[in-house]
């Protein structure tokens, strides 16, 4: 049987919402997992991996860590439409048809997990036979980003100057929630830190935003490893990205603006430490979330 709380497709402003199996719940969009469930959300995607045979010894020669890389994800789930009528079922059908040809999130909500993949694809296919009050079939999403994030997010905040005590900026409540409540910005220092518990490095989103003539520069404390941006920042916010390893301000790409590119991760079960030095004042936000293969 499924025994998964529910899931969330998301698009254009959008959410579906698709109920567990194994619930007594009404389902707000009409829609439920069946017993086939729910198939490579756990399961880590296939490997990218390039071996070179040993020409004199057995087997291949090793593959470093940093070379251990995944293709894109495929999650299977079993769903059905129902209602109490044809014409709800059907009205169940084509809310779920309408994430197709979209780029979605799927978040999977499951006892002591919630975790969501983004820029994922979906599309679904529903059995020719229909049952009394229900429709089944079969949703398809790839994810070419394979990593399934923590729901909830760590933020750290940095203002140029300051002490330099290393420390996160939680809610005033000590837990981390979305959306983010930073608690007094006087707790805010030049330098933060932020964790990473799941299973595969994280790459974090650093937000700049203030009056910094010439420009930003974010240093990883333990390394020296340094991300620069050589341009002024002003009020609209510099954006980050370390995964695509890209910078945007207002959604314009401006990534030619940088003059050091060490982009930074958080590891595995790690934590990564954050300064940042500048010569104007303003905030710098780090967002980072559990990430798991």
């Known amino acids: 049987m499924a025994d998964t709380m529910y899931a969330e497709l998301s698009f ?18 009409g829609l439920v997992m069946t017993d086939s469930g729910i198939q490579g959300w756990f399961g880590a ?15 291949a020669h090793d593959v470093a860590d940093g070379e251990l890389l995944y293709a894109a994800r495929t999650v299977t789930m079993g769903v059905a439409a129902v209602g109490d009528t044809r014409q709800e079922v059907i009205e169940a059908t084509n809310r779920l ?23 994922a694809h979906a599309s679904v296919t529903f059995d020719a036979d229909w049952a009394e009050g229900f429709h089944t079939g079969t949703l398809t999403v790839v994810c070419p980003r394979p990593e399934r994030l923590s729901t909830t997010s760590q933020v750290g905040l940095m203002t140029p100057g300051g002490d ?29 830190t932020v964790t990473n518990s799941g299973t595969s490095a994280a790459s974090p989103l650093i937000e700049v935003s203030g009056d910094m003539p010439d420009g930003v520069t974010i240093t990883d404390v333990a390394t020296g490893r340094q991300l620069a941006y050589g341009q002024p920042v002003r009020w609209q916010p510099l954006v980050l990205d370390c995964r695509s390893r890209t910078a945007s301000v207002a959604g314009v790409d401006v990534t030619r603006g940088l003059t050091a590119r060490q982009w930074p991760t958080v590891p595995a079960g790690g934590s990564l430490s954050l300064a940042v030095s500048s010569g104007g004042t303003g905030a710098v936000k780090v967002t980072c979330h559990d990430t798991y293969i």
Do not use: W
């Open 97 to 119: 048809l309408s994430a197709m040809g979209r780029t979605v999130s799927l978040r999977v909500a499951d006892e002591g997990s919630d975790t969501y993949v983004e820029g």
């Open 164 to 192: 330099s005590g290393l420390g996160l900026v939680f809610s005033t409540s000590g837990i981390i929630e979305l959306p983010i409540s930073f608690g007094a910005v006087s707790e805010a220092t030049n330098a933060c």
């Open 45 to 59: 995607p296939d490997l990218k991996v390039s071996q070179t045979e040993r020409q004199t010894g057995n087997g």
């Open 12 to 29: 254009d402003g959008r959410v579906i919402t698709i109920l567990g199996h194994d619930t007594d719940s009404t389902p707000p969009d």
